[in-house]
């Protein structure tokens, strides 16, 4: 079927068959955060466990969704698994550029500021294969899907550095 | 209701005649026959609505009410006989009872932000259903959390009708009872008359939001004994950017401006204003006037077709989808609402096992099947259907045959590149 390999590339499929790190923690002492797309009514729920040092020690995804905005939850889950709450914003940010094509098109206007942290942390927080969701920039009204976990994310972290301040 | 063209008593429609009226249907979508099944949402416009626009703008484009050129009088005489043609078509006593809005959504919001406001406050009781359409629950949220009334629901049977048990208990002490007589997400038709008297027996009006109806059925709002009814032309193969508010005279007469502005006064000092007589007290500022005449052509279109002739041909080609989906696609496939096509319309909510509705609706399109995934506005509904998402098809009268048998090859399709 045409296109749809672009969308659908294999790792994304096994992602959503098989979803990591799914289910949840008890919250406290986790954080929990419900995320949600009001287009398409899909709802996401990330749990996250951060130590005394910034790290992520643990991370539960629970909801529902489609293929693209569950593997991408189940993706960013596994790539941000013990690593630091800065670590963890920058992949976001790298992330959220490799989906605003769109957005850098128009202007791109905060996007560059987002993305600079990323350059420092590139070393240790590549991508891999989050880069198989890529394809979805070209499906613009898949782009929210994609994105929703990472901004649920966002969220959470932003709630927890409030609450430790 | 209008009259029917001469056919035999049972003829249904000559859909290959009907779609050959639709420019948009004759397109190719990567060499795929255009498959348009999302009418629900907003329906496809026939030549016949197109050239009245084009013809109104080329020949008769002015402002309402307001010039005494004659462009300006031809204007106004369509604008106005548009207002007709829709009172006759939903069996209106009197034109002056029809209100051209925005859409069904400010219909809904100049009852809750007129009506609503003058009469509700701590106390009273606005009873709803759990298969509204958002815009038949949130101007009502709304209003509540400012004037403080309770808002009641009446829920739903496992096979998707209203539940009727305890009715008569909820609308105890309600003023306003507001539901959809057409579900957008299950298709079951509500028996409207039954529903607007259990109302008026508890001395609450009844709001009947006509979104997904008008465009399918026979409308009479008198028999259906609705004291306000709502709808949008771009449902029933009219123009976006136009919708109607049908109520009682008394009604409307007793009613205060919703929008304030030009166009809906009797005069204007500097201390205040006097409104004028309805229709036009609820006709702020400059109407949808090619709107209006596209929705006139689209009546006389629903006219000539003959409304029962439109209603029997969904029933029928609603029973081949369920039969053909069900058939084809096997037990990975959930149709939700009413299993009986008497008991609908022609929305089917579908949902496939292990495949989300967006993928579904993603690899429809690669088939140029156009369907609908998501909540379709109607979030309490899909938290009784325990689903976040369904993928929609719906039918309208330039559907046939084989538009189900190309969504049912493209839902099987579906399945297997899931293979889940
Ligand atoms: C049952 C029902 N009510 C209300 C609406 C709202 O219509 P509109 O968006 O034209 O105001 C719709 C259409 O989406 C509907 O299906």
Redesign the pocket.
């Known amino acids: 079927m045409s296109g749809l390999e672009d969308l659908y590339r294999e790792i994304i499929l096994d992602h959503y068959r098989s979803p990591r790190n799914r289910g949840e923690l008890e919250a406290p002492p986790a954080h929990r955060t419900e995320g949600f797309n009001p287009l398409c009514g899909d709802e996401v729920v990330v749990y996250v466990m951060v130590d005394g040092e910034g790290r992520i020690a643990d991370i539960k995804i629970n909801g529902q969704g489609c293929s693209i905005s569950q593997s991408s939850a189940s993706m960013m889950s596994a790539a941000v698994k013990g690593h630091t709450i800065d670590e963890a914003r920058a992949l976001t940010a790298t992330f959220k550029s490799m989906m605003s094509i769109h957005e850098q098109d128009i202007g791109g206007d905060g996007t560059e500021a987002e993305a600079d942290p990323a350059d420092d942390v590139t070393a240790e927080m590549k991508l891999g294969d989050l880069e198989a969701l890529r394809g979805v920039v070209k499906f613009p009204v898949r782009i929210k899907c994609a994105t929703l976990s990472w901004n649920t994310l966002t969220q959470a972290l932003d709630e927890v550095a409030t609450a430790r301040s | 209701m209008t009259t029917t063209p001469p056919s035999p008593p049972l003829a249904t429609l000559d859909v290959a005649a009907i779609r050959r009226d639709f420019p948009v249907l004759s397109q190719r979508q990567d060499g795929h026959r255009l498959v348009f099944l999302d009418s629900?949402?907003?329906s496809q416009h026939p030549r016949q609505v197109l050239d009245a626009m084009t013809s109104f703008y080329e020949t008769s484009y002015a402002n309402v009410h307001r010039g005494v050129y004659q462009l300006a009088e031809r204007a106004t005489a369509a604008y106005e006989g548009a207002r007709g043609k829709v009172a006759r078509f939903i069996g209106a006593p009197s034109s002056n009872e029809v209100v051209f809005t925005?859409?069904?959504?400010?219909?809904?919001n100049l009852v809750a932000g007129s009506w609503g406001r003058a009469n509700l406050g701590p106390g009273d009781a606005v009873v709803l259903t759990l298969m509204?359409?958002?815009?038949?629950i949130v101007p009502w949220q709304m209003l509540a959390a400012q004037l403080g009334f309770e808002i009641r629901w009446v829920p739903l049977t496992d096979d998707g009708h209203l539940d009727l048990t305890d009715l008569d208990r909820l609308l105890d002490g309600a003023k306003l009872f507001a539901f959809?007589?057409?579900?957008?997400v299950l298709g079951t038709l509500n028996p409207v008359a039954r529903l607007t008297a259990a109302a008026h027996e508890k001395g609450a009006l009844a709001l009947v939001?006509?979104?997904?109806w008008v465009p399918h059925l026979p409308t009479d709002v008198v028999a259906m004994g609705a004291d306000f009814v709502?709808?949008?032309?771009?449902?029933m193969l009219g123009p976006?950017g136009i919708?109607v508010l049908w109520a009682r005279a008394e009604l409307l007469e007793a009613m205060p401006p919703f929008l304030g502005g030009g166009g809906m006064i009797l005069n204007v000092t500097t201390e205040g204003f006097v409104a004028d007589a309805p229709p036009g007290r609820f006709e702020a500022g400059t109407p949808p006037i090619a709107e209006a005449v596209g929705l006139a052509a689209a009546v006389d279109y629903l006219t000539g077709l003959g409304m029962d002739a439109v209603h029997r041909h969904e029933v029928e080609l609603t029973g081949y989808a369920l039969r053909t989906l069900r058939a084809e696609v096997g037990d990975a496939l959930t149709i939700y609402g009413p299993s009986e096509p008497s008991e609908r319309g022609g929305v089917l909510s579908i949902a496939l096992e292990g495949v989300h509705a967006h993928d579904i609706s993603q690899v429809l399109d690669t088939q140029a099947v156009c369907i609908r995934p998501g909540h379709?506005?109607?979030k309490p509904l899909m938290r009784v259907l325990g689903a976040p998402a369904t993928a929609r098809a719906s039918i309208y009268v330039y559907n046939d045959t084989d538009d189900i048998d190309a969504l049912a090859a493209a839902l099987v399709a579906a399945r297997d590149f899931f293979k889940l």
């Open positions: 629900a949402a907003s925005k859409n069904a959504t400010e219909a809904i509204e359409h958002h815009a038949n959809t007589a057409m579900s957008n939001d006509a979104c997904q709502a709808f949008s032309a771009h449902k976006s919708g379709h506005c109607a």
